[in-house]
């Protein structure tokens, strides 16, 4: 196995910046950049079989027969298994629950496995699947979220996954000025650059270890041991380097052939996943429909808003329901709202699969509430960043499930720092022929018809799992030689956890050298990498672990000098009283020993929201705010984002090189979401699965990302103080540039992605030109 | 990891070479950028028994003049296409090398791949269409045969197993020529639609070709002979706004024309998004002669 040869670290020639606030590079960083790194699909193992997939090309139809004969009878091929071949039943209460490892009678979505082979080679593994014969009943599928409820059950659990109705406040309530609308949000595809991969080893015992980028491997790990027919101890999920995660990863529909197939042949079994395949296999962004009431009274403040909002999740439930009650509890985003009716409903329907990607159900009503703010301000007549100040949520208020704000909500001081920060120059000094306009270099853009706009968006999300979800983490701190070493079962998706761990490890001890395990399911849960959870939740396990190695240290040092721990201090090695009287070395102190204390971070608990949508579901808010500058050449309909200045309500900054990371990577995301970022699968057929249809932004479609503004305002609740960082400027970025191709063009612009045909102006009244005169 | 092992690979040093390894290997492809070929090799649609890489045939890699005419290699790379000194002999093809997809690929794509590809979308070919560019192609036992390139992009007349593009005739019309190109984002991307356009005062005409809306150029004769019947090719050289915008439209509406009445007299409306196709392509003609003209 690879999986032990991480990155070797840079070589030191400075001092490297250490502890809690400083910009420690990450320990991968190096090899990443050189190409070093092991990823899942660079593991090998002796005499191992290459898997292959069969997915169905229709996205609904009945399975009449399968013929596995073909298949088996080629040369090479050792296994070749179907859904008769399953011998565990699905884990009851998995997000999985309702989802079947190959299709049995009928298939529900375009690219759902229906077979798998393992064979001696990968050519003969594809060949054998493709030689699976499979006899289909074509059914009308059922492709439009708002037919799915009248249409016959596409599933035995029926085809309503979620319905929330959440009333809060006064139903009789209305405004002196209403403003409707209708919004669409599209497919987006986490599109992660490194596609799914993964290798199987069966073990002596009859189990099987997973070798796979997981996410979440204690998750995986039961999930597969309850379809694998086997005790979960039987079952070890090895985390492989993981090439980015926007969502979850991996694929059950990759990951448990794998397994099945290292058992059957009693071999190990590796499977890489083509472009296509990936895009047919994971979860996607949520298309959501949504309709908007706002009612203000004259002076621009809210007074009720009626929303009704339907996710389309696709043949199977995955997370949908969480994303419906993010989507459903934030409608009325980060502003006051006395009165709000907020329908939302999650349906099945034969598209693909919708799931976790980042600021999921968040990052739709972002879109459709900024959407109303803007027209609202245009009705009233007011700056749009004003009327938006003048329902600006703070702390203490209640959002619409009845739930108070605790934490810090500095929305209007955030608010405050993009309006204010300097827009960016005409490039009026630079000859024509230089600007970089819509349609690129080399396109067709012409500066006459370029028109800039200005727009916002506020984004929130939720922190750590929201409903009555456990979230715990436990972390091992051990230290032995002058290293501490951490052992975590948090994976690092791209977040930074593992520098985190390193720096929480490095001010609490004092010790300079951390290194963090690799992880693997014989550790104890740390549970899922999503929602900034593991900063809130393994970070503070990681703390308090090294707090308690920190005190076994201590302890004969204090107790000899008859003072209290916390009259002493760490650092650079050396360890010192208060009053500077005594003074001895960690190593000396340590006197060989090996030190070793393992902790649990478990935050408070939330309650799930009752049947009028109310309770207390989250456990912390995060906010964004983002004012962004776009071109438009409204001719042709081409937007070019100039600027996004974006400020953030981080709590506190940990790690300020990751943060800035994080944050530009997060708007470029949104970027993605409100331009290009489309899977389409018209007639619920997935079309142009590769990276030339599907558009992810470039270095040329990425905008100057100016972070104005970190509000550091510590909430007490987290550990450290600090608020995740990923997730919420992905939400307020599409906000914010639909929001700004609006003023440029005068047009709605009522559906994401922006198509060009949204923002061409026809009539010759428009808004002032950018030319230089 | 690679997953396709091909049998053979030939690396001729000269056309008449690849021509005649081509002979010996029926089965074997051309290869020269590889950025179309490969692409569907490794996504396992194609499995070539053998290939031929053009990649050292030193003579198409450059180009010669021929009176009047440039005669450029068909192994020209688009970033060769796309630089300054060959810029400064036919604008609109260097344009349209520079716009054609992300550096890598123009380093290694050429302009013969772009041809024998033949995609919609190839950026080179409505420029290659609107200058009436000639094929010279390689036969067996060095034989050369000539083919309008339109005629090839239309399935006119075909390559013959066995023969090669060698070389693509372009005449020289030391005039302003334009190649404008849209698409769905900032950073490199396949054109939603495209027009080339050049002028050619020695014989008083314009010449337009619109890429990416139909499976080959198209060429909008009309609306060329109109035009330059505006123009005062003595003088000045230029056109009111009005004369653009019309030139505009009319490239458009010939391009993509209405649906043709019903039976009935009624007439139906094109759906929203082929009527932004035939707007983007009406103001890509009018800039495209906008600028010509300036």
């Given at each position: 196995m690879s999986d032990e040869a991480t990155a070797t670290a840079p070589p030191?020639?400075?001092?490297l910046p250490h502890g809690l606030g400083a910009s420690l590079p990450p320990a991968e960083a190096r090899a990443k950049t050189e190409g070093t790194f092991p990823y899942a699909a660079d593991l090998w193992a002796e005499g191992l079989l290459w898997a292959a997939v069969l997915r169905s090309p229709h996205p609904h139809a009945r399975i009449l027969s399968i013929d596995t004969t073909h298949a088996r009878e080629m040369?090479?091929?050792?296994a070749v298994i179907t859904?008769?071949?399953?011998p565990g039943a699905p884990l009851p209460g998995?997000?999985?629950?309702?989802?079947?490892?190959f299709a049995s009678?009928?298939?529900?979505?375009?690219?759902?496995?229906?077979a798998a082979v393992a064979a001696d080679h990968p050519d003969t593994a594809r060949m054998a699947a493709a030689a699976v014969l499979v006899e289909y009943e074509v059914l009308e599928p059922v492709t439009d979220p708002e037919q799915s409820f009248a249409?016959?059950?596409?599933?035995p659990d029926g085809n309503l996954i979620r319905h929330i109705p959440l009333r809060h406040g006064d139903q009789d309530a209305v405004g002196e000025i209403v403003v409707e609308g209708q919004y669409r949000i599209g497919r987006q595809d986490?599109?992660?650059?490194?596609a799914e991969a993964g290798l199987a080893v069966p073990r002596p015992d009859g189990g099987v270890e997973l070798y796979i980028a997981s996410t979440d491997p204690h998750g995986d790990r039961d999930l597969a041991a309850a379809r694998y027919g086997l005790?979960?101890?039987r079952v070890k999920v090895v985390v492989t380097?993981?090439?980015?995660?926007?969502?979850?990863?991996?694929?059950q529909s990759f990951q448990l052939p794998l397994g099945l197939l290292a058992l059957r042949t009693g071999c190990p079994v590796k499977l890489t996943a083509t472009r296509e395949e990936s895009f047919l296999g994971h979860a996607h962004r949520h298309p959501t429909l949504l309709r908007y009431r706002h009612h203000a009274d004259a002076e621009g403040k809210l007074v009720k808003v009626e929303a009704q909002i339907l996710l389309d999740a696709g043949a199977y439930a995955d997370t949908s329901s969480e994303a419906l009650a993010a989507a459903v509890s934030f409608a009325c985003g980060p502003y006051v709202v006395p009165h709000a009716f907020i329908e939302g409903w999650a349906v099945r329907t034969n598209n693909p699969p919708s799931g976790h990607v980042r600021g999921e159900g968040a990052l739709q009503v972002c879109a459709a509430y900024e959407a109303q703010m803007d027209k609202l301000a245009k009705k009233l007549g007011i700056d749009p960043a004003e009327l938006r100040l003048r329902n600006a949520m703070a702390t203490g208020d209640v959002l619409p499930?009845?739930?108070?704000?605790?934490?810090?909500?500095p929305v209007a001081e955030l608010l405050g720092a993009v309006r204010d920060f300097p827009l960016p120059e005409l490039p009026?000094?630079?000859?024509?022929?230089d600007w970089l306009l819509p349609g690129g270099p080399?396109?067709?853009?012409?500066p006459g018809a370029v028109r800039r706009g200005v727009g916002y968006g506020i984004g929130m999300v939720h922190m750590l799992?929201?409903?009555g979800t456990d979230e715990v983490s436990t972390a091992t701190v051990k230290v032995h030689d002058g290293v501490a070493t951490v052992i975590c079962a948090?994976?690092?998706?791209?977040?930074g956890f593992t520098t985190l761990a390193r720096q929480i490890v490095q001010d609490t001890l004092?010790?300079?050298e951390v290194q963090v395990a690799p992880v693997d399911t014989d550790q104890p849960p740390a549970g899922?990498?999503?929602?900034?959870r593991h900063t809130w939740v393994s970070g503070g396990a990681v703390e308090r672990a090294a707090k308690m190695v920190r005190t076994q240290l201590l302890q004969p040092l204090a107790h000899k000098f008859g003072?209290?721990?916390?009259l002493l201090q760490i650092a650079d090695g050396k360890i010192t009283s208060y009053d500077g009287v005594l003074s001895t070395t960690v190593t000396e102190a340590m006197d060989g020993k090996e030190l070793w204390a393992t902790a649990q971070c478990r935050p408070h608990p939330t309650e799930p929201l009752d049947a009028?949508?109310?309770?207390?579901?989250?456990v912390g808010l995060a906010f964004c705010a983002i004012r962004a500058v776009v071109d438009v050449d409204?001719?042709?309909?081409s937007v070019r984002v100039v600027e996004l200045a974006v400020a953030q309500?981080?709590?506190?900054?940990?790690n300020p090189v990751q943060l800035a990371a994080r944050i530009e990577a997060g708007v470029t995301q949104g970027v993605g979401a409100a331009l290009t970022e489309n899977l389409r699968t018209p007639r619920g057929l997935v079309r142009h699965p590769d990276f030339t249809g599907y558009a992810l932004p470039t270095s040329l479609d990425a905008p100057d990302i100016r972070i104005v503004k970190l509000v550091e305002?510590?909430?007490?609740?987290?550990p450290f103080g600090a608020k995740a960082a990923s997730a919420v400027p992905v939400v307020a970025s599409p906000a914010a540039v639909a929001s700004a191709v609006r003023a440029a063009?005068?047009?709605?612009?009522?559906?994401?992605?922006?198509?060009?045909q949204a923002a061409v102006v026809t009539n010759a009244s428009a808004p002032a030109m950018v030319s230089t005169d | 990891m690679t997953t396709h092992a091909t049998q053979a690979v030939t690396l001729p040093g000269s056309l008449n070479e690849a021509v005649a390894a081509l002979a010996a290997m029926p089965a074997a492809v051309p290869v020269a950028g590889g950025t179309d070929l490969m692409a569907s090799v490794n996504a396992g649609l194609l499995r070539p028994a053998a290939l031929v890489g053009?990649?050292?045939?030193?003579?198409?890699?450059g180009w010669q003049y021929q009176d009047g005419h440039a005669l450029l290699g068909?192994?020209?790379?688009h970033a060769r296409i796309g630089r300054p000194d060959f810029a400064a002999l036919i604008p609109a093809l260097a344009a349209a090398a520079r716009a054609a997809g992300p550096p890598q690929i123009r380093n290694a794509g050429t302009l013969g791949g772009n041809i024998a590809s033949a995609?919609?979308?190839?950026?080179?070919l409505p420029v290659l269409a609107a200058l009436e560019a000639t094929l010279v192609i390689a036969g067996p036992g060095g034989a050369r045969r000539e083919v309008p390139v339109s005629h090839l992009l239309a399935g006119m007349e075909m390559l013959s197993?066995?023969?090669?593009?060698?070389f693509v005739r372009v005449p020289l019309l030391h005039a302003p020529q334009t190649f404008l190109k849209a698409t769905?984002?900032?950073?490199p991307g396949r054109a939603l639609a495209s027009v080339a356009l050049v002028l050619d005062p020695a014989r008083r005409g314009v010449r337009c070709a619109v890429g990416a809306v139909a499976p080959m150029p198209l060429r909008p004769l009309e609306a060329e002979q109109w035009v330059a019947s505006l123009i005062d090719w003595d003088g000045e050289r230029t056109l009111v706004p009005e004369a653009l915008t019309a030139f505009g439209e009319y490239v458009a509406a010939a391009c993509i024309p209405d649906a043709a009445p019903a039976p009935d007299g009624t007439q139906e409306q094109l759906p929203p998004a082929v009527l932004h196709l035939r707007r983007t392509v009406a103001a890509l003609a009018r800039r495209a002669l906008g600028r010509a003209l300036s």
């Amino acid at each position: 196995m690879s999986d032990e040869a991480t990155a070797t670290a840079p070589p030191v020639e400075e001092p490297l910046p250490h502890g809690l606030g400083a910009s420690l590079p990450p320990a991968e960083a190096r090899a990443k950049t050189e190409g070093t790194f092991p990823y899942a699909a660079d593991l090998w193992a002796e005499g191992l079989l290459w898997a292959a997939v069969l997915r169905s090309p229709h996205p609904h139809a009945r399975i009449l027969s399968i013929d596995t004969t073909h298949a088996r009878e080629m040369p090479g091929v050792r296994a070749v298994i179907t859904h008769e071949d399953v011998p565990g039943a699905p884990l009851p209460g998995h997000r999985a629950a309702d989802r079947p490892v190959f299709a049995s009678d009928v298939v529900r979505h375009h690219g759902e496995a229906i077979a798998a082979v393992a064979a001696d080679h990968p050519d003969t593994a594809r060949m054998a699947a493709a030689a699976v014969l499979v006899e289909y009943e074509v059914l009308e599928p059922v492709t439009d979220p708002e037919q799915s409820f009248a249409a016959e059950p596409l599933h035995p659990d029926g085809n309503l996954i979620r319905h929330i109705p959440l009333r809060h406040g006064d139903q009789d309530a209305v405004g002196e000025i209403v403003v409707e609308g209708q919004y669409r949000i599209g497919r987006q595809d986490p599109a992660p650059i490194g596609a799914e991969a993964g290798l199987a080893v069966p073990r002596p015992d009859g189990g099987v270890e997973l070798y796979i980028a997981s996410t979440d491997p204690h998750g995986d790990r039961d999930l597969a041991a309850a379809r694998y027919g086997l005790e979960p101890e039987r079952v070890k999920v090895v985390v492989t380097g993981v090439p980015g995660a926007t969502g979850d990863r991996e694929d059950q529909s990759f990951q448990l052939p794998l397994g099945l197939l290292a058992l059957r042949t009693g071999c190990p079994v590796k499977l890489t996943a083509t472009r296509e395949e990936s895009f047919l296999g994971h979860a996607h962004r949520h298309p959501t429909l949504l309709r908007y009431r706002h009612h203000a009274d004259a002076e621009g403040k809210l007074v009720k808003v009626e929303a009704q909002i339907l996710l389309d999740a696709g043949a199977y439930a995955d997370t949908s329901s969480e994303a419906l009650a993010a989507a459903v509890s934030f409608a009325c985003g980060p502003y006051v709202v006395p009165h709000a009716f907020i329908e939302g409903w999650a349906v099945r329907t034969n598209n693909p699969p919708s799931g976790h990607v980042r600021g999921e159900g968040a990052l739709q009503v972002c879109a459709a509430y900024e959407a109303q703010m803007d027209k609202l301000a245009k009705k009233l007549g007011i700056d749009p960043a004003e009327l938006r100040l003048r329902n600006a949520m703070a702390t203490g208020d209640v959002l619409p499930t009845g739930q108070t704000v605790t934490c810090p909500a500095p929305v209007a001081e955030l608010l405050g720092a993009v309006r204010d920060f300097p827009l960016p120059e005409l490039p009026r000094d630079t000859p024509e022929a230089d600007w970089l306009l819509p349609g690129g270099p080399e396109g067709a853009g012409e500066p006459g018809a370029v028109r800039r706009g200005v727009g916002y968006g506020i984004g929130m999300v939720h922190m750590l799992g929201a409903e009555g979800t456990d979230e715990v983490s436990t972390a091992t701190v051990k230290v032995h030689d002058g290293v501490a070493t951490v052992i975590c079962a948090a994976v690092e998706t791209g977040q930074g956890f593992t520098t985190l761990a390193r720096q929480i490890v490095q001010d609490t001890l004092g010790i300079d050298e951390v290194q963090v395990a690799p992880v693997d399911t014989d550790q104890p849960p740390a549970g899922p990498g999503c929602r900034g959870r593991h900063t809130w939740v393994s970070g503070g396990a990681v703390e308090r672990a090294a707090k308690m190695v920190r005190t076994q240290l201590l302890q004969p040092l204090a107790h000899k000098f008859g003072m209290s721990t916390e009259l002493l201090q760490i650092a650079d090695g050396k360890i010192t009283s208060y009053d500077g009287v005594l003074s001895t070395t960690v190593t000396e102190a340590m006197d060989g020993k090996e030190l070793w204390a393992t902790a649990q971070c478990r935050p408070h608990p939330t309650e799930p929201l009752d049947a009028d949508g109310q309770g207390d579901a989250f456990v912390g808010l995060a906010f964004c705010a983002i004012r962004a500058v776009v071109d438009v050449d409204i001719e042709l309909g081409s937007v070019r984002v100039v600027e996004l200045a974006v400020a953030q309500d981080v709590g506190r900054v940990l790690n300020p090189v990751q943060l800035a990371a994080r944050i530009e990577a997060g708007v470029t995301q949104g970027v993605g979401a409100a331009l290009t970022e489309n899977l389409r699968t018209p007639r619920g057929l997935v079309r142009h699965p590769d990276f030339t249809g599907y558009a992810l932004p470039t270095s040329l479609d990425a905008p100057d990302i100016r972070i104005v503004k970190l509000v550091e305002e510590r909430d007490v609740v987290a550990p450290f103080g600090a608020k995740a960082a990923s997730a919420v400027p992905v939400v307020a970025s599409p906000a914010a540039v639909a929001s700004a191709v609006r003023a440029a063009t005068g047009r709605p612009v009522n559906r994401l992605p922006i198509r060009p045909q949204a923002a061409v102006v026809t009539n010759a009244s428009a808004p002032a030109m950018v030319s230089t005169d | 990891m690679t997953t396709h092992a091909t049998q053979a690979v030939t690396l001729p040093g000269s056309l008449n070479e690849a021509v005649a390894a081509l002979a010996a290997m029926p089965a074997a492809v051309p290869v020269a950028g590889g950025t179309d070929l490969m692409a569907s090799v490794n996504a396992g649609l194609l499995r070539p028994a053998a290939l031929v890489g053009l990649g050292r045939i030193s003579e198409i890699r450059g180009w010669q003049y021929q009176d009047g005419h440039a005669l450029l290699g068909a192994g020209l790379t688009h970033a060769r296409i796309g630089r300054p000194d060959f810029a400064a002999l036919i604008p609109a093809l260097a344009a349209a090398a520079r716009a054609a997809g992300p550096p890598q690929i123009r380093n290694a794509g050429t302009l013969g791949g772009n041809i024998a590809s033949a995609a919609a979308t190839g950026d080179t070919l409505p420029v290659l269409a609107a200058l009436e560019a000639t094929l010279v192609i390689a036969g067996p036992g060095g034989a050369r045969r000539e083919v309008p390139v339109s005629h090839l992009l239309a399935g006119m007349e075909m390559l013959s197993p066995g023969e090669l593009i060698g070389f693509v005739r372009v005449p020289l019309l030391h005039a302003p020529q334009t190649f404008l190109k849209a698409t769905g984002r900032t950073g490199p991307g396949r054109a939603l639609a495209s027009v080339a356009l050049v002028l050619d005062p020695a014989r008083r005409g314009v010449r337009c070709a619109v890429g990416a809306v139909a499976p080959m150029p198209l060429r909008p004769l009309e609306a060329e002979q109109w035009v330059a019947s505006l123009i005062d090719w003595d003088g000045e050289r230029t056109l009111v706004p009005e004369a653009l915008t019309a030139f505009g439209e009319y490239v458009a509406a010939a391009c993509i024309p209405d649906a043709a009445p019903a039976p009935d007299g009624t007439q139906e409306q094109l759906p929203p998004a082929v009527l932004h196709l035939r707007r983007t392509v009406a103001a890509l003609a009018r800039r495209a002669l906008g600028r010509a003209l300036s």
